[in-house]
């Protein structure tokens, strides 16, 4: 309700921002006149939002005689975010301005198992280069967005049991960040951030899309109604440990037998490859062996995407999404992982559900996380009650 | 973004709206200082909503000495919305205050199969007494929310190929009310109507919750981020066909096999007992059964609760809802199914996901569609677009 309204004490400032965030440029008696205010308090607000750097004077490219009337604007590159993906053995950063775009990247190996401390260090230190690069100082970042390698509690910011990183359980990341910069700092787990990005990628506005991470484990992304779902706990999505029939008898490393991660992950694919004599580990010998023309890992691949199709034919019952997305490392094996999904869920699913259905490789890519990073960033920081926020603290008193 | 600010040539009633929809009566020189808006816009607003009969001047119950100033408030009488459930063989209507409180319930059987124009014809007729007997007229009702027994196309209020529904498909509800009724018609599924109403009677607000139905069929509605979710094509929730791995080999109406509604249904289970040689067809039969203490029934049911846990299990995989309330006829079967459900989603299900999850049957029972049919109807009428309609409508010219 106070971002509907400019609360006691507000700046009114958001609300203004919203309407020039599609990048038009207006005068004060447009604005005046779209929103109903006061010149004066029009006046008010538009120097607040560009104390923070938020918008600005523009050109007026048409003359229509006599002096023009100065108009104001998003000003997209006068400030930017910071985009940090953290994955099990690197982190990579993005400088991205307030429309996403992402202006510079830097990344580096670093293994999250060293812990908060030693990873968020290295951090800093690759998001200060990359600032140094660009010519820009930490004052014009105005969030943060990071992504993590395991299950987060979004409120706080803080890992929750995460199964890979030793040392950041319960881990204050946003209270770390705060002793080293300014800016706020949301934090969100990996397959959530690539979801974020995937989605700002696609070329029309989706409300009800899912994105699907298939690598060392499996897990999905949900974004319905336009919003990410994130659940109760944070863990909307976790979808590794759904039951899939072909799994009686299959234990998983959760204790569960049958859990989709136990026979679709990279690893559980190069499992079974192994059980027929044939060397891989990883996700990335699966890939390879596709590529090479290996039928047994060709075989392998598509029963892991029947699999995969049965537990997002329930997905689509659950959520009716327009467009699936999948991702992460086993889907560089392409068509023939898909096909095995397309196969089970154009069987299983509602033919009302499917009809008008999109299921697809990322296009993304590994720049997924990152995108979505900033995304995240910048969908805190430009909300009505963000601009407010940053409104508000720009106000020297007296 | 029209809805965060009045756009060009709104009221900005909506706006003010939401404050006072707290219920709480306010002075105009709080509103002013709320909202930052000048005195003057502040009055205009208080009598665009005063003459549509949402706000009007209340008594001051503290005199601090002096005139009193005059405080304004909701009026949540004064203004009703329309309730109407359409089951397969009956039609029950409520009128509903703005607060969503029932102040008045009637209904009658009538056979959906007779088609629209005959059940919708019913459906007038009742609400014309209901409005008598209340002693309102129909410039009263602000809005009209109608759940359907089968799929809804619900931007635009059209059934889409309901089953049980012969004639409705593709039917326009609200254009056909328009002839005789001037509010505006909201039109969803069943399904989606009842989980409204049992969210609406839960004592804390939830933001992530499902509503299943298990009856003839097996539905579910999904509350995910505090909004009901539909999905793409409205049909988000339809599990009744997801695939159970003890359901192989069962064939289900649809045409696939092992579908959630063939083994867990009312009629699935009074099949099962039939093979066992006892006479049961709907669920109402089993139910009886059980409450009878027939301990072959009471086996069954605790089945299809295990089968529908299977389900249960997945949904809160990827949604992670914090609370689950099991409505429909089956649901009189009591612990017998949440016994079952529990003994699998506890099981199958993440631990951080169930660790604070509870799995309720419907205390709303069936008031549900009723109570969530007011609930569509209300959070159409009083969001700040709506309300914004209400008050431009009003304004006569000049």
Redesign the interface.
Known sequence: ?T??????G?T?AG??F??L?DGRPRTRAELA??????RS?IGARIDALADVGLVGAVADGVSTGGRPPRRVALLPEARLVLAVDVGASHVRLALTDLLGRVLRTRGEAVDVATGPQHVLGRVLDVATALLEDAGRSPRHVLAVGVGLPG?VHFETGRP??PPIMPGWDGFDVPGWFREHLAAPVLVDNDVNIMALGEHSTLEEPV??FLFVKVATGVG?G?I??G?L???????????G???V?RG?GVLCQCG?E?CLEALASGPAVAAALRRQGIDARTAGDVVALVDAGDLAAVQAVRQAGRDLG??L???I??????VIAIGGRMAAAGEHLLAGVREVVY????P??T???QIVTSRATDRAALLGAGMLAIQHVLS?AGVEALAAGARTPG
């Open positions: 309700m971002a509907l309204v400019a609360g006691a507000g009114g609300e203004i919203q309407l965030r006149q779209l929103t109903g205010l006061a308090t299950p929750s049991r409300e009800h999905a949900i319905s109604g919003l779902q994130r659940g109760a706990q944070g863990i909307a999505g976790d979808i440990h759904v039951r029939t009686e569960n049958g049965e537990v034919a329930a997905s019952s659950f959520l009716n999404p327009s069987q299983r699913a509602v009302l559900a009809q008008h259905l009505p």
